[in-house]
């Protein structure tokens, strides 16, 4: 597979743990914006890159990337006005959300390695 097609299944996997959450937002891979997309690309190359790397250290990146491209913390995600519940350190996280890493990561592991 493809690095791209990888994030498209992390994505949908995402849409998918967030639906059983009550969190409908998540459009499809189809829909969303390249931003969306290019996030779960960029986290897919991180894992593969870094084999060992932990599901705070990958919370750590995207979060590094958002604050440098103008996101800061807030109750709810706007992208209007780029806040995100999220940014914050991973330990501060509910469980529900640290799971979207832990499940990124093991779909990764799962697509990555040769059968």
């Given at each position: 597979m493809t690095v791209?097609?990888?994030a498209k299944v992390c994505h949908q996997a995402n849409k998918a743990y967030?639906?059983?959450l009550g969190d409908t937002s998540q459009p499809s891979w189809e829909d969303a914006p390249e931003e969306l997309?290019?996030?779960a690309i960029e986290g897919v190359n991180s894992r593969i890159k870094h084999p060992m790397i932990a599901p705070a250290q990958l919370h750590?990146?995207?979060?590094?990337?958002k604050l440098e491209d103008g996101w800061h913390y807030g109750e709810t995600k706007d992208a209007e006005q780029k806040t995100?519940?999220?940014?914050?350190?991973?330990?501060?996280?509910?469980?529900?959300?640290?799971l979207k890493d832990v499940l990124f990561i093991q779909v990764v592991t799962a697509l990555s390695k040769p059968f």
């Open positions: 791209e097609e990888i967030c639906e059983t997309k290019t996030s750590n990146l995207w979060m590094q990337k995100h519940p999220c940014l914050k350190p991973w330990r501060e996280l509910p469980v529900a959300e640290r």
